[in-house]
């Protein structure tokens, strides 16, 4: 299992606080509750916010830098959070990127474009030269999630064994691989249908079909879990 709070998980809420909850959730079933450090969940009631924060980034292998379209234009009281050197998000991430223990990872969600190094303070510009990962909206989210989970595995297994005693990863069996592929193709199609079934229940106006619709979305979903679940098992079984 990975070293507690070993994914740390920086945001900022106005701009993406629901797909980090959806990213937090696919991280903690995949790596455990103690991995993976969101701020609302787990930081202590009557904990001294900033000190905590920090203690806590010392510790984590990787920054996840989740990114969305209002993240670089949010502003208070007239000046971009970004250019005031006490907000919470820049220090996150300057603090990350100035530790060479830390692998800084920038998450783009909501259809937001790569980082360039113009629309960033100073501290922040080593930002925009680092490769990106994506959480795309459904149906491809399952799919971008797996890939990063992957990615994440190797990182903290990398940070975790010392280099003298490390084993070469087990690689996946052709009929694992042709199991995750077709996987992969039922999550993308099950996703697509749980957004067109959310959304019809959103717009009709007629009740008996919202329960309809209701019981299907949780139907899909539970697909959807169950799912997720057997490619977990997949990738944990593959470690050998």
Request: aromatic share 4%; proline share 5%; charged share 25%.
């Amino acid at each position: 299992m990975p070293d507690a709070n070993a994914i740390f998980i920086s945001y900022r809420r106005s701009d993406s606080s629901d797909v980090s909850g959806r990213i937090y959730d696919r991280l903690v079933a995949h790596f455990g509750l103690a991995a993976v450090f969101k701020d609302v969940h787990s930081i202590p009631y009557g904990t001294d916010f900033p000190d905590y924060i920090q203690q806590e980034l010392v510790k984590c292998s990787v920054l996840l830098a989740v990114i969305g379209p209002t993240w670089l234009t949010v502003e208070k009281d007239g000046q971009r959070r970004l250019d005031n050197a006490d907000d919470w998000v820049r220090i996150e991430i300057q603090t990350a990127l100035e530790n060479d223990a830390i692998t800084v990872i920038p998450l783009l969600v909501g259809e937001m474009e790569r980082l360039t190094e113009a629309q960033l303070p100073e501290p922040l510009k080593p930002l925009a030269r680092l490769n990106s990962a994506l959480a795309r909206s459904d149906p491809d989210f399952h799919q971008d999630m797996t890939r990063l989970t992957r990615r994440l595995e190797k990182i903290l297994e990398s940070k975790s064994t010392p280099a003298s005693s490390r084993t070469s990863e087990k690689s996946f069996s052709l009929a694992q691989k042709l199991e995750l592929d077709d996987l992969n193709q039922q999550l993308a199609l099950l996703s697509q249908q749980h957004q067109a079934c959310a959304e019809e229940a959103r717009l009709t106006s007629d009740p008996d079909r919202k329960v309809v619709l209701a019981e299907k979305v949780k139907r899909l979903l539970q697909q959807i879990s169950a799912i997720d679940g057997r490619i977990n098992a997949i990738q944990n079984c593959s470690k050998g």
